[in-house]
């Protein structure tokens, strides 16, 4: 990715995660990326569509942190690499970055074409829970359904604990990842 592009969408990030979307104009955004204003118009044609490349952004750094690692193994295993990515990324969210509530409130987040790029970002899970259902190793429900059985858990779980500050033994984790399993286990 262009450098220059790179720090205009850390700075869009920063400034959403940090004063909220309202907060977010071309010349704030200018200053805190150190680029000219015009720079910024250089890489996006508007306001519009510098959110949307940032959705876009942040939707593939999730995916791809939550996905690392999970190509390997049985299908049991690639789910618990999964489950504990999920609970990795919650750990190490900062304040200079968007949180998945922020994330999925920027505008366009629950239009089609959005949708469709999430669907293709996430093919891999997507291709891991077919492969499951098609070895009768989970229970054959809609994708959506199964990430709300088994994987919401882990995402609950991060959100109390940055807000809360609550941290779990990695005993107690284990147990979690193994009941969100038996959720979907056929």
Known sequence: MD???DQILRAAENIIANEGLHNLSMQKLAKDAGV???TIYRYFTDKDEL???LRRDVLTQIADSILQGSEIGSVEQRFRCIWFNIIRLG???TMERLNFEQYTHLPGANSE???QFERATFAP???LFNEAKAEGVIV?????LLFALALEPAVGL???MRRTGLNFSMDELEVVCDLSWHAIKR
């Open 3 to 5: 450098n220059k592009r």
């Open 36 to 38: 000219a204003a015009g």
């Open 51 to 53: 959110i949307d490349e």
């Open 91 to 93: 750990e190490t969210c």
């Open 113 to 115: 074409e959005h949708r």
């Open 125 to 127: 899970l997507h291709a």
């Open 140 to 144: 054959d429900l809609n994708d959506e």
């Open 158 to 160: 991060c959100r109390r």
